[in-house]
Structure formats: C-alpha cells, structure tokens
C-alpha cells in the first residue's frame, strides 16, 4: 500500500471543480458543479493528488465576523484511513487559526470521528430528509416569490453573522427559487441528484410544514432538507407528509463561541455550507 507522506497539500483553483465533483459523488453527495466553484473562488479549497488524479479535499469558507465553514471534506475509497482527512482539515485549521476565525462544520457521523480529535466539539444536530417523490406535476398554486433581503436578515438572526454572498449567489442560480407563505420563507435551489430546501425560516412549526408541502407539491424531482433537530415538530411533520428521515449530522465548532444566533432555523442552507 503506497504511503501517504510524500503526497502534498496543494490549493486548488475552479479548474478543479469536476475533479472535485468527481469525489463528491462518489460520496452520494449533493452538491453540482456550481457548488464546487462557489467553494473554489469563495473559499480555500485544499486537495490532495495521487499524480494527476484529485484524491481528497477540504474546503474552507471564509463567513464574516471571524466565522468560516469546513466542508468538502472527502477522501476517495482507496486512501481512507491513512490520516489524510487528518491532515487536510489540520491544514484549514492552521490556515484559519492565522485569520483568526472561529471553524463550524456539520459533520457526518464519519466526519465526527475525525474532526473530534482534532479538537471540535458538538453543538446543535440536524436530521436530513428526503422526499424522493413529489407532486408527478408542478401545479399551478406555487407559493408566492420571498424577498431576498427579508431572508439575509432573517438567515444573519439565526445564525448570528452574516452571510448575504452566500444566500445572493445562491438566488442567482438558475433553477433557484425563493418562496414564502405566511411567516415561512425558504430558499430552493438544485444539487446533483436532489433540489435542496433551505434555509427555512418561520415563527412556527405549522408555518414551516405549511410552506414545505406547498413547495413539494409545485416541485416534480426528489427534495432534501437539513432540518435542525430539536424542531421537533417540523420533523414530525415532514415525516407525516411523506418525508424520509436519512441521516444526521452533527454541527461542531472549533474556537472560541462567536455570536450566538437568537433562535435556531427550521432547516439550514446545507451541512457544507451550514
Ligand atoms: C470521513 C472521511 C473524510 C475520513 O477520511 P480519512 O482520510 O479516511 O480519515 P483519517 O484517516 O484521517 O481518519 C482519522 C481517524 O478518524 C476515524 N475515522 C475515519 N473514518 C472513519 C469511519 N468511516 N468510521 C469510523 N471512524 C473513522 C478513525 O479514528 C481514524 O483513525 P484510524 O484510521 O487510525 O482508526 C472519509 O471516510 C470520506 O471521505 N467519507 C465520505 C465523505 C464524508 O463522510 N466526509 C466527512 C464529511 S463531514
């Protein structure tokens, strides 16, 4: 079995956005091509190659007041467990420690058996769900377009920073939609196999499930959400509508606390993108 110690950590650039889409979904992950170039041009995007061939990776978002998001950490089958997740997050940790930024990630449960030892500790859980059949046809009672700025403001209270490039960016994208009904307001955008809900803001449980139903059944391809878990009521809602509960996460942050947001979502952007 080759070693791993000669293999270095390089900077990756959007010329790596397919390589890096190539190990995303050998992950079964979400993300499409779009993402991978918002990570390449937005953020620091570490990789590992084995000659010409992208190996691993690990992705670090730069937020605004001292936060960044890790994500992308991937690794392809053949060279797991030989410390190289290790050392690429490691090496965002450093790189982050001299910006002096606070590190979140949402971790899945292999994930967490990484970044623990490298010092993360947990703090909220999410609970992704899918709905692999939606309505067979968009109908016509689609709920009415949000306002971008109302979701900026709402996403900086729940989250405690703001992260206006990001939710814009994302807006911008063909196929994405911002929806709102009642005190519910959610963005939908595409991935790779799924449309992604989220963030989902709302006052209430019935409103958030409200306005989720109201957006399967204008949607025709399958749908995920990352629900935060401790919305209880939400999840249990979903679950009754059809949803499927897939996986956890575990969000973690490494640093000291930054700004608490005042109230958790219902359901977040995305684990890579928190
Ligand atoms: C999770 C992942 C990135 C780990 O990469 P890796 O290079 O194999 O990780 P490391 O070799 O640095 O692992 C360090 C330690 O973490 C733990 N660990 C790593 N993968 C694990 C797994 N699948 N199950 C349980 N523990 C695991 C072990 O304690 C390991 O040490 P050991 O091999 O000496 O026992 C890789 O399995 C992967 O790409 N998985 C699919 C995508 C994914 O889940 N990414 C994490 C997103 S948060």
């Known amino acids: 079995m080759a070693g791993t110690d000669d293999l270095a950590i ?32 937005q953020g620091i995007v570490l990789g590992m190659r084995d000659r010409d061939h992208l190996i691993a990776t690990a992705a670090l978002l730069p937020y605004s007041a001292g936060n960044a998001w890790i994500s992308m950490v ?5 060279w797991q467990r030989r410390g190289i997740a290790t050392r690429l997050v490691d090496a965002c940790l450093v790189t982050a420690k001299r910006r002096d930024l606070t590190t979140w ?12 030892p490298l010092g993360f500790t947990p703090t909220l859980e999410l609970r992704r769900l899918r709905l692999t059949a939606p309505a067979q046809e968009a109908n016509t009672r689609a709920p009415p377009a949000g306002n971008l700025d109302d979701l900026i403001v709402r996403d900086q209270r729940t989250i405690g920073f703001d992260r206006e490039m990001l939710l814009r960016e994302f ?7 911002l929806v709102s009904a009642g005190s519910a307001m959610a963005l939908i955008r595409d991935g ?19 306005l989720v139903d109201a ?49 958790p979502p219902f359901a977040v952007a995305g684990p890579e993108f928190g």
Not at 74 to 78: D, S, Y
Not at 105 to 116: E, F, K, Q, R, S
């Open 215 to 263: 957006v399967s059944q204008s949607e025709t391809r399958p749908l995920i959400i990352d629900a935060v878990h401790s919305q209880a009521d939400f999840i249990k809602g979903l679950t009754a509508s059809g949803w499927a509960i897939e996986r956890p996460f575990q969000r973690m942050r490494f640093g000291r606390p930054t700004t608490q947001g005042a109230e």
């Open 105 to 116: 990630l949402d971790a899945t449960p292999a994930g967490a058996a990484v970044y623990g």
């Open 192 to 210: 790779r196999v799924a449309r992604h809900v989220g963030p989902l803001f709302a006052q209430d449980a019935p409103a958030a499930v409200a």
């Open 171 to 177: 807006s911008e994208r063909a196929g994405s939609r």
């Open 74 to 78: 991937l690794v392809t089958a053949k």
């Open 10 to 41: 390089v900077e990756l650039s959007v010329d790596d956005a397919q390589a890096g889409l190539a190990l995303s979904a050998e992950a079964h992950w979400n993300q499409n091509e779009a993402d991978w170039r918002f990570f390449l041009s």
